[in-house]
Protein backbone atom coordinates (compact mmCIF):
# COMPACT_ATOMS: atom_id res chain seq x y z
CA UNK A 1 0.00 0.00 0.00
CA UNK A 2 1.66 4.10 -0.33
CA UNK A 3 1.57 6.15 2.04
CA UNK A 4 2.49 9.89 2.63
CA UNK A 5 4.78 10.21 5.52
CA UNK A 6 6.54 13.53 6.87
CA UNK A 7 10.69 12.19 7.06
CA UNK A 8 13.35 14.32 9.31
CA UNK A 9 16.60 13.35 8.83
CA UNK A 10 20.26 14.80 8.81
CA UNK A 11 22.44 14.93 5.15
CA UNK A 12 26.23 15.79 4.63
CA UNK A 13 26.75 19.04 2.26
CA UNK A 14 30.12 18.38 0.63
CA UNK A 15 32.92 21.49 0.69
CA UNK A 16 32.70 21.77 -2.83
CA UNK A 17 28.54 22.94 -2.63
CA UNK A 18 29.48 25.62 -0.41
CA UNK A 19 29.08 28.41 -3.28
CA UNK A 20 25.81 26.63 -5.03
CA UNK A 21 22.08 27.79 -3.99
CA UNK A 22 22.05 25.71 -0.61
CA UNK A 23 18.06 25.14 -1.29
CA UNK A 24 19.36 23.16 -4.63
CA UNK A 25 21.35 21.60 -2.88
CA UNK A 26 19.68 20.38 -0.16
CA UNK A 27 16.97 19.05 -2.48
CA UNK A 28 19.40 17.49 -4.74
CA UNK A 29 21.12 15.39 -2.33
CA UNK A 30 17.59 14.46 -0.36
CA UNK A 31 16.46 12.55 -3.78
CA UNK A 32 19.50 11.45 -4.48
CA UNK A 33 19.82 9.67 -0.80
CA UNK A 34 16.70 9.09 -0.41
CA UNK A 35 14.43 8.41 -3.49
CA UNK A 36 14.81 4.66 -4.10
CA UNK A 37 15.86 3.44 -0.93
CA UNK A 38 14.02 1.01 1.81
CA UNK A 39 13.26 1.95 5.10
CA UNK A 40 11.83 -0.95 8.25
CA UNK A 41 9.20 2.05 9.29
CA UNK A 42 8.17 3.51 5.90
CA UNK A 43 9.12 0.82 3.30
CA UNK A 44 10.32 1.85 0.35
CA UNK A 45 10.82 5.74 -0.44
CA UNK A 46 9.24 6.19 -4.39
CA UNK A 47 9.91 9.87 -4.21
CA UNK A 48 10.14 12.71 -1.80
CA UNK A 49 8.95 16.45 -2.12
CA UNK A 50 8.11 19.30 -0.01
CA UNK A 51 12.10 19.67 0.95
CA UNK A 52 13.12 22.24 4.28
CA UNK A 53 16.53 22.54 5.83
CA UNK A 54 15.23 22.71 9.44
CA UNK A 55 17.60 24.91 11.77
CA UNK A 56 21.06 25.83 10.98
CA UNK A 57 23.78 23.37 9.56
CA UNK A 58 26.71 22.00 12.01
CA UNK A 59 30.22 21.83 10.45
CA UNK A 60 31.98 19.04 12.38
CA UNK A 61 35.89 19.76 13.09
CA UNK A 62 38.03 17.43 10.87
CA UNK A 63 35.37 16.87 8.42
CA UNK A 64 34.54 19.92 7.15
CA UNK A 65 31.36 18.95 5.73
CA UNK A 66 27.97 20.41 6.75
CA UNK A 67 25.35 18.27 8.44
CA UNK A 68 21.95 19.84 7.82
CA UNK A 69 18.57 18.64 9.26
CA UNK A 70 16.14 18.19 6.17
CA UNK A 71 12.55 17.17 6.91
CA UNK A 72 10.59 16.31 3.60
CA UNK A 73 7.33 14.28 2.33
CA UNK A 74 7.99 11.34 0.76
CA UNK A 75 5.38 8.89 -1.21
CA UNK A 76 5.98 5.47 0.17
CA UNK A 77 5.10 2.29 -0.49
CA UNK A 78 4.79 -1.12 1.72
CA UNK A 79 2.90 -4.36 1.19
CA UNK A 80 1.18 -5.37 4.63
CA UNK A 81 0.17 -9.11 5.43
CA UNK A 82 -3.41 -10.10 4.25
CA UNK A 83 -3.68 -7.30 1.84
CA UNK A 84 -5.25 -7.95 -1.92
CA UNK A 85 -3.38 -6.30 -4.73
CA UNK A 86 -3.24 -6.44 -8.09
CA UNK A 87 0.00 -6.82 -9.98
CA UNK A 88 1.50 -7.46 -13.43
CA UNK A 89 3.17 -10.61 -14.23
CA UNK A 90 7.03 -10.02 -15.29
CA UNK A 91 8.83 -13.28 -15.18
CA UNK A 92 7.60 -17.37 -15.10
CA UNK A 93 10.24 -19.45 -13.62
CA UNK A 94 10.40 -23.05 -12.96
CA UNK A 95 8.99 -22.36 -9.13
CA UNK A 96 6.51 -19.92 -9.88
CA UNK A 97 5.79 -16.34 -11.36
CA UNK A 98 7.43 -12.87 -10.10
CA UNK A 99 5.46 -10.24 -10.18
CA UNK A 100 5.65 -6.63 -9.86
CA UNK A 101 3.72 -4.64 -7.05
CA UNK A 102 4.48 -0.98 -6.73
CA UNK A 103 8.40 -0.75 -7.28
CA UNK A 104 8.81 -4.19 -5.80
CA UNK A 105 8.92 -7.37 -7.01
CA UNK A 106 6.78 -10.57 -5.40
CA UNK A 107 6.73 -14.38 -6.04
CA UNK A 108 3.67 -16.50 -6.49
CA UNK A 109 5.05 -20.02 -5.93
CA UNK A 110 3.47 -22.54 -8.20
CA UNK A 111 1.59 -24.01 -5.49
CA UNK A 112 -0.32 -20.85 -4.70
CA UNK A 113 -1.04 -20.12 -8.63
CA UNK A 114 -4.28 -21.88 -8.71
CA UNK A 115 -6.47 -24.63 -7.55
CA UNK A 116 -4.99 -27.09 -10.18
CA UNK A 117 -1.64 -29.01 -10.81
CA UNK A 118 0.10 -27.36 -13.32
CA UNK A 119 2.99 -27.43 -15.62
CA UNK A 120 5.37 -24.41 -15.59
CA UNK A 121 7.51 -24.32 -18.93
CA UNK A 122 9.69 -21.68 -18.22
CA UNK A 123 11.08 -21.06 -21.49
CA UNK A 124 7.57 -20.10 -23.20
CA UNK A 125 7.06 -18.59 -20.16
CA UNK A 126 3.28 -19.96 -19.52
CA UNK A 127 2.07 -21.55 -16.55
CA UNK A 128 -1.05 -23.97 -17.37
CA UNK A 129 -3.79 -25.84 -15.41
CA UNK A 130 -3.69 -29.33 -16.58
CA UNK A 131 -7.65 -29.97 -15.54
CA UNK A 132 -9.34 -26.29 -15.93
CA UNK A 133 -7.03 -25.55 -18.70
CA UNK A 134 -6.01 -21.71 -16.78
CA UNK A 135 -3.14 -19.95 -18.86
CA UNK A 136 -0.74 -17.49 -16.67
CA UNK A 137 1.81 -15.74 -18.74
CA UNK A 138 4.25 -12.86 -18.83
CA UNK A 139 1.98 -9.67 -18.91
CA UNK A 140 -0.75 -10.99 -17.55
CA UNK A 141 -2.66 -8.58 -14.48
CA UNK A 142 -3.29 -10.71 -11.27
CA UNK A 143 -5.19 -10.27 -7.98
CA UNK A 144 -3.71 -11.79 -5.40
CA UNK A 145 -2.96 -11.46 -1.42
CA UNK A 146 0.24 -10.76 0.56
CA UNK A 147 1.02 -13.78 2.37
CA UNK A 148 4.69 -12.84 3.65
CA UNK A 149 6.67 -10.22 3.23
CA UNK A 150 10.55 -9.77 4.67
CA UNK A 151 11.85 -6.50 3.84
CA UNK A 152 15.34 -5.94 3.29
CA UNK A 153 16.76 -2.30 4.63
CA UNK A 154 19.75 -2.77 2.55
CA UNK A 155 18.49 -4.06 -0.37
CA UNK A 156 15.05 -3.38 -1.92
CA UNK A 157 15.83 -5.94 -4.26
CA UNK A 158 16.46 -8.71 -1.80
CA UNK A 159 13.23 -8.27 -0.45
CA UNK A 160 11.14 -11.45 -0.02
CA UNK A 161 6.78 -10.80 -0.61
CA UNK A 162 5.06 -13.89 -1.01
CA UNK A 163 1.63 -13.48 -2.99
CA UNK A 164 -1.24 -16.53 -3.13
CA UNK A 165 -3.90 -16.19 -5.96
CA UNK A 166 -5.57 -19.85 -4.68
CA UNK A 167 -8.98 -17.97 -2.99
CA UNK A 168 -12.10 -17.11 -4.30
CA UNK A 169 -11.29 -13.68 -6.65
CA UNK A 170 -7.97 -14.05 -6.94
CA UNK A 171 -5.97 -14.86 -10.00
CA UNK A 172 -5.71 -13.72 -13.46
CA UNK A 173 -8.65 -11.08 -14.74
CA UNK A 174 -9.38 -13.32 -17.21
CA UNK A 175 -10.04 -15.62 -14.71
CA UNK A 176 -12.08 -13.29 -12.39
CA UNK A 177 -14.06 -11.62 -14.86
CA UNK A 178 -14.75 -14.90 -17.17
CA UNK A 179 -16.97 -16.72 -15.64
CA UNK A 180 -19.16 -13.47 -15.11
CA UNK A 181 -19.28 -13.22 -18.60
CA UNK A 182 -20.18 -16.20 -19.65
CA UNK A 183 -23.40 -16.29 -16.81
CA UNK A 184 -24.25 -13.05 -18.32
CA UNK A 185 -24.30 -14.94 -21.55
CA UNK A 186 -26.47 -17.61 -20.74
CA UNK A 187 -28.95 -15.39 -19.40
CA UNK A 188 -29.06 -12.89 -22.42
CA UNK A 189 -29.47 -16.81 -24.16
CA UNK A 190 -32.18 -18.00 -21.50
CA UNK A 191 -33.88 -14.16 -21.72
CA UNK A 192 -33.98 -14.50 -26.37
CA UNK A 193 -35.58 -18.10 -25.96
CA UNK A 194 -38.46 -16.62 -23.96
CA UNK A 195 -38.90 -13.84 -26.14
CA UNK A 196 -39.18 -16.17 -29.33
CA UNK A 197 -41.59 -18.18 -27.26
Given amino acids: MY?????????????????????????????????????????????????????????????????????????????????????????????GAFCHIGPLDALVHMSQIMNDYVEVDSESEIIVGKEKKLTLKKGDIVRARVVAVSLNELSARESKIGLTMRQPSLGSHEWIYAPTEEIKDKKQEKDKKKVKK
Wanted: some cysteine; proline content about 4%.
Fill in 3 to 95: YKVRVRDTIRIPPNKFSEDLDDVVTQIVQTTFEGTMRKEYGVIVVVDNIESTGPGIVIHGDGAMYQKVAFDALTFRPELQEVIDAVVCEIVEF
